[in-house]
């Protein structure tokens, strides 16, 4: 996270200074702009492109992989039980959301990040379930975290629970 937040900062300053020299060009041939103006108009502007790259041009400019999409999720826990749940990943540059839905139950991530680990993307995150009302005596609130691994066009791991059960999870893209 804070080599990207670093990157986003160079963004921020290379973009500025180029905002501020042309912005101080058009003004010499202008004479009713001031410096004021130079200032405001090359912080906007550069401010403007740095949000513009944190929410979508990361996705071509960089080596940062991106997972955002739909995927089924397959659940195998350590009671053999398998699950077939609808996954939603929203990610920006620097943010991670995560969605899990099924019929009994919805779980929303607290905390996300990819880290590079052992030269391979690794997705961590933590999750609280949010139960249908029927299924909350089945399925109380629970916690969890879950460590994902990025391989090739698969992305496989394992989850743990504050319920003391764990397993493996596979994600397809659909």
């Known amino acids: 996270?804070?080599?990207?937040?670093?990157?986003?900062?160079?963004i921020l300053i290379y973009t500025l200074i180029f905002c501020f020299i042309v912005t101080y060009i058009v003004s010499t041939k202008t004479p009713h702009i001031n410096?004021?103006?130079?200032?405001?108009?090359?912080?906007?502007?550069?401010?403007?492109?740095?949000l513009i790259y944190e929410k979508y041009l990361?996705?071509?400019?960089?080596?940062?992989?991106?997972?955002?999409?739909?995927?089924?999720?397959?659940?195998k826990s350590d009671f053999k039980v398998v699950k077939?749940?609808?996954?939603?990943?929203?990610?920006?540059y620097l943010t991670l959301n995560?969605?899990?839905?099924?019929?009994?139950?919805?779980?929303?991530?607290?905390?996300?990040?990819?880290?590079?680990?052992?030269?391979k993307y690794i997705l961590y995150y933590s999750y609280i379930t949010?139960?249908?009302?029927?299924?909350?005596?089945?399925?109380?609130?629970?916690?969890?975290?879950?460590?994902?691994?990025?391989?090739?066009?698969?992305l496989i791991g394992n989850y743990w629970t504050s319920k003391q059960t764990n397993g493996d999870i596979y994600l397809k893209k659909q």
């Open 98 to 119: 995560i969605q899990l839905e099924n019929n009994e139950t919805t779980s929303r991530s607290i905390t996300g990040e990819i880290v590079y680990e052992y030269g």
């Open 84 to 92: 077939e749940i609808k996954l939603h990943i929203k990610q920006t």
């Open 58 to 75: 990361w996705k071509y400019f960089s080596d940062f992989p991106n997972i955002n999409g739909k995927y089924i999720a397959i659940f």
């Open 130 to 154: 949010d139960p249908e009302i029927e299924f909350s005596e089945e399925f109380p609130v629970n916690r969890a975290t879950a460590r994902i691994v990025f391989e090739e066009n698969r």
């Open 1 to 10: 996270m804070k080599d990207r937040v670093n990157h986003l900062i160079k």
């Open 35 to 50: 410096w004021m103006y130079v200032i405001i108009i090359s912080v906007a502007f550069s401010l403007l492109i740095t």
